[in-house]
């Protein structure tokens, strides 16, 4: 049966859409969408090498750009990938302009561009979180040190691209991470600092797709932050990912929405943030419960890549419906059985100094369990796809158990090449069974 016959009327006609972003996560995105019946068009911007959508050259925060394209391709929905467009109001821009746009408001997205203030947010919503110290001056926070005599985790206030966090063994190593952040390390963002009591345990994350009143989650996943094999090495935006990680079972995720999601959700309502986007917790799940080591106001990436094809093609009703503020109105989502397995296929030097400009050649024939969404990748004058970033492309399998989605991730990364390829090959080692 065609979703159009079964849904519900009081929403409008959802034909064309627009995904804001150039990365991964975006690809993934402008894929899900096409999945849905009643999409005839997608839009991305500015996208990137990959093909997903229709790619337009515009910056993802170029708010007068974007409005004016969403105008002339009559948009019905807006779905805003990366954290620094929201950050920067782009979502608040779009919705001023009359458009419906997934993703929240300057002030909702300080949930994530502003440590402090969600430390402080979840403070009054009661939520389980590190107890912590906001400090504006390297004298403070080195005062704090002394007095706790722990090494706290130091933590940059604003965006840092993932680098603002330093998990200290030592004295020494808090009190360098804190002279390094009042030094400019991570510019502005490091000028405001939260220092954290260091928590144990192991880290899933959690999303909740928000009308601004209530939610919907998706399956618990959980990503390989750090570069190298064994969980080593510096941290990364990420570099494979799996779900539905078997750390939350459906009690316990409904424990996560009545501790930790509704909470905060209402906690932003009181604030008069109508918070329209996807609710991103990270969790530590510490011997005292589920604990938020952080927020974020969007997807994961490359959580999303890893989410999408378990989901089911209703996930664009459910967008717009949130972006209408009328979850009540969408389809229920319905999640598909079985395991997703993702494995970010990086340049060498990444993240510090990824090489860039090499051909990449992609010979897999098409397979509905598995995709490639392409992230740092560009087409050349010559139309060939090229590398042109740090993490280049991920490839998603799924599979009836995480054995059999990764066998398929890691035998299609034999078909992907380009100079210096770089990948872990124990993504999901937590839920592999051993050789
Ligand atoms: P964040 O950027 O806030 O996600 O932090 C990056 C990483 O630092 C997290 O994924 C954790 O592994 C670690 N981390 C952050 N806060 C804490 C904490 N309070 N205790 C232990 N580890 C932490
Ligand atoms: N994969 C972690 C993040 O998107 O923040």
């Known amino acids: 049966m065609a979703i159009s016959s079964t849904r519900p009327h009081a929403l409008p006609s959802l034909e064309r859409a627009l995904v804001i972003g ?60 990366p954290e620094a467009p929201l950050a920067a109001g782009v979502a608040d821009a779009l919705r001023d302009a009359g458009l419906a746009v997934f993703g929240p408001s300057a002030e909702g997205a ?46 940059a206030d604003g965006l840092a691209a993932g680098k603002g966090v330093t998990v200290a063994e030592t004295m020494a190593e808090a009190e360098a991470a804190i002279r390094d952040a009042f030094q400019g390390r991570f510019g502005s963002a490091g000028s405001h600092l939260v220092l954290e009591e260091r928590l144990q345990g192991p880290e899933v994350s959690v999303f909740a797709l928000c009308d601004g009143e209530r939610m919907v989650l998706l399956p618990p996943a959980q990503d390989h932050k750090r570069l190298e094999e064994g969980d080593r090495g510096p941290n990364t935006g990420g ?147 090229c590398t042109s970033g740090g993490r280049v492309l991920s490839v998603v399998a799924q599979g009836d158990d995480f054995d059999n989605a990764f066998a398929l991730a890691y035998s299609s990364l034999d078909h992907v090449h380009f100079e210096g390829i770089t990948y872990r090959r124990d993504i999901g080692h937590q839920v592999r069974s051993k050789e």
Request: glycine share 10%; with cysteine; proline share 6%.
């Open 22 to 81: 150039g990365g991964g996560r975006e690809q993934a995105l402008a894929w899900a969408l096409g999945r849905c019946p009643e999409i005839r068009n997608v839009w991305i911007t500015p996208g990137n090498g990959g093909g997903e959508g229709t790619a337009v050259a515009i910056a993802e925060t170029d708010s007068a750009a974007l409005i004016a394209h969403c105008r002339e391709q009559s948009i019905d929905l807006v779905v805003v990938g």
């Open 110 to 155: 300080k949930l994530e561009a502003s440590k402090a203030w969600a430390k402080q947010l979840m403070r009054e919503a009661g939520v389980p979180t590190a107890g912590h110290w906001a400090v504006d001056s390297e004298a403070a926070a080195l005062a704090v040190l002394a007095e706790v005599q722990r090494p706290l985790v130091v933590k």
């Open 239 to 385: 570099m494979g990912a799996y779900a539905p990680a078997p750390l939350l079972d459906a009690a316990a995720l409904e424990q996560v929405r009545q501790l930790v999601l509704e909470p905060t959700l209402a906690a932003l309502r009181n604030r008069g943030i109508d918070y329209r986007g996807v609710m991103y917790a990270g969790l530590m799940l510490t011997a005292d419960g589920p604990q938020v080591i952080e927020f974020n106001c969007r997807f994961g990436d490359p959580e999303c890549q890893t989410l999408m094809p378990l989901l089911g093609p209703e996930l664009a009703l459910v967008l717009q419906a949130c972006a209408h503020g009328r979850l009540d109105l969408a389809p229920p989502l319905s999640i598909q059985a079985g395991s997703s397995a993702c494995v970010v296929a990086a340049a060498a030097g990444y993240p510090d100094a990824p090489r860039k400009g090499d051909a990449i050649r992609i010979e897999l024939t098409p397979n509905t369990d598995r995709q490639v969404f392409h992230a740092g990748t560009s087409r050349d004058h010559a139309n060939t796809l």
